[in-house]
């Protein structure tokens, strides 16, 4: 087969708001080979992301991302690293193609696996997908006892591992954030799991991740993540030893992760006990399961990092899916409707689990109508010529059915 | 002051090759403040670039970069430092920031320095700016003999150091390779040094790199530059142990470098012998300089990256201006007219040597004209509404009269 279109699809929320919410938007991709179609995401700014698929050539190590995939043969999965390689080699100096070609790579899996009839987690060679413990994905309360009832809503709903983060976490005094650790146990009960997400709050500041440890300890929280801005390996190292005298709590972190190498850099270097790869971000599923590979050789595990819908939930489960020691999983309880309307299939959890289905692909099938409702019309002229105009949502409708 | 306007003016030749030769277009950045006037230069694709700068929010963690910058004070180097710190924070998870930030950063130290009329070296704290020994930037001949004849050239305007990389380097033979490296030698002569640029060709094999160390040894190579992809730290720190242990050529690297912590690492974990930061990626002439302060601690040499016009080479130069020990500097030798019109001023080459000027903010002006004679009009549109369209050349020109 031959690559023979991309075709990106700009969806967002009527208001975006600066909650630090990753479901109010999507850039969904399609890719069409030969009359078969794959779908995939990218977790990334879409109207950026758009511009380095389409970008005229600055020089031959700047060049669009489409010049290294339209047209490409692609018949196995030796292929789609192949058309990495390219990207990787053809757009060296364009920091957004890792972005961009992420859900292009997500596509081609999902293409792949629905011409051979066969999950992508089975092309990815895992004899079998092993049930997951998704944990919930959840933002601070804006008070501690609003942090609490969140807590026992979704331990209500059947979640057996809450994650809370960001509002305003890390940016007061220890003691406050002492009191909304405590909340959170207390909400979600004493046999849930307890993971904490800082979202980089303390820059490179070693010292103000290290004054939260105990109180961190003293709810048993299972990691603290991203407590440094993406690349503070250093720090990320520093806070990894200081955990590791105090107790249990280890250091979480690598969704920013845009290639393979930074993900390995952030276990050889930083010492992360887990390792937090965004599909939609590290240049897609097959860098992931490199990825994965490496954590758990490297003694530490595995976690998806997912913040928007179905279809990236299940781009990026296939990794690890046969990876039966890497348990956790996030799982975005709280999405805006865009990120369920926009696929038709949602993954399910029963009694506490979720495991990825027997199904061609992804196995997820996108919803063609969210993608007129929540369409984002947009166009980019470079000298009067039309390097993108959003797809006409009618006739991707009627090429789909 | 006030930070009112940021202008973006993308420029390129009439045809842009696929040469790995940067200076084939430009994105030139205009900064207004209260009537000042600052100017610089991102070292980018440029349309995504623009993009990063006007897109939609997609959520708190991901805003464009105009967010964090219209309407800033500006007043002091610490408000340029501040304002890099709300773009890292409030455009996290937008890849292409750094590089959109670059040039309104260098912009910024442009107007600061024209407002105090200081040079930006002094406003880093430098007494002065000491001479640097540029090195002459060039593409591999096609044949060896083409290469020696290019170093006769080069060597007979006055270089006393020549770069060579590009230009199919370690795609054949090591065979091939030490033919290249030998009519280099032979055509630059004796007392020239002779520096390697390998492009990142051999992805993340060592054993390819080392295959070519003893030839590098052999025609006394400073440094060989990239052997890998700029994110492959653990196989830059296995060629500079293999390197050490050869001789006395060093691993050089650093150019893709989009933030003060990935050169850290670079040093800290990579070992480079030599730091290459290019100031139009790094986040512009703040972090460039931090890293510089930072390389000299390691024991490593600073050297710019600069491959376009002598407004980005002034840019390059400021971080390391005042430390006498860093004294090789990339210098543009085979620069596209674009690059050379681009500006009024050239840094002069005298008696072999570079010396920064002591005139205010970047000490290059800009030629206006040029950005009407090489201009690529842009327009971008999300939901009918124009969120950039290309100044209008006349306007700009009338403006800065």
């Not at 859900?103 to 696996?113: F, H, Q, R, S």
């Not at 303390?202 to 290290?210: I, K, P, S, T």
């Not at 930083?270 to 992931?288: C, E, F, K, N, S």
């Amino acid at each position: 087969m031959r690559i023979d279109s991309v075709d990106f699809f700009y969806v967002a929320m009527p208001e975006v708001t600066l909650d630090a919410d990753g479901s109010q938007d999507a850039l969904v991709v399609r890719v069409t080979a030969d009359g078969h179609v794959g779908w995939g995401e990218c977790e990334a700014s879409p109207l950026t992301s758009i511009a380095a698929f389409v970008t005229p050539r600055s020089h031959g190590a700047c060049l669009p991302v489409a010049d290294s995939v339209l047209g490409e043969r692609i018949d196995s999965p030796a292929d789609i690293d192949r058309i990495q390689a390219l990207v990787r080699r053809n757009s060296m100096d364009l920091l957004q193609a890792a972005h961009t070609f992420s859900g292009i790579e997500i596509a081609l899996w999902d293409l792949l696996g629905k011409v051979r009839e066969e999950p992508v987690w089975r092309l990815l060679g895992f004899d079998r997908a092993h049930a997951k413990t998704p944990y919930a994905s959840a933002l601070f309360g804006a008070t501690p006892q609003e942090t609490l009832e969140k807590g026992r809503e979704l331990t209500a709903r059947g979640f057996r591992a809450v994650k809370y983060g960001w509002a305003g976490f890390g940016e007061g005094t220890a003691a406050a954030d002492a009191d909304q650790l405590h909340a959170a146990r207390e909400g979600i009960g004493p046999d849930a799991l307890l993971l904490v997400d800082a979202g980089q709050v303390w820059g490179a500041d070693v010292e103000a991740a290290e004054a939260r440890l105990a109180a961190l300890q003293d709810v048993r929280a299972t990691w603290i993540e991203e407590p440094f801005e993406a690349d503070e390996y250093g720090a990320y190292a520093a806070l990894g030893a200081a955990a590791a005298r105090t107790g249990s709590v280890r250091v979480a972190g690598g969704e920013a992760a845009h290639s393979e190498a930074l993900a390995r850099t952030l276990l050889d270097y930083g010492h992360v006990g887990y390792l937090q790869v965004d599909t939609g971000r590290i240049g897609g599923i097959g860098p992931a399961h490199r990825a994965a590979l490496y954590a758990d050789r490297a003694g530490a595990t595995f976690v998806n990092h997912t913040f928007t819908t179905h279809l990236a939930l299940s781009a990026s489960l296939q990794p690890f899916a046969g990876l039966a020691d890497h348990r956790i999983c996030e799982f975005p309880a709280e999405p805006r409707q865009l990120a369920i309307d926009l696929t038709r299939d949602h993954l399910p959890i029963v009694d506490g689990e979720l495991t990825l289905p027997d199904a061609p692909g992804l196995g997820v099938e996108v919803d063609q109508e969210a993608l007129v409702t929540y369409r984002r019309d947009v166009e980019i002229l470079v000298d009067g010529e039309v390097l993108f105009a959003a797809p006409e949502p009618r006739a991707v409708t009627a090429a789909a059915r």
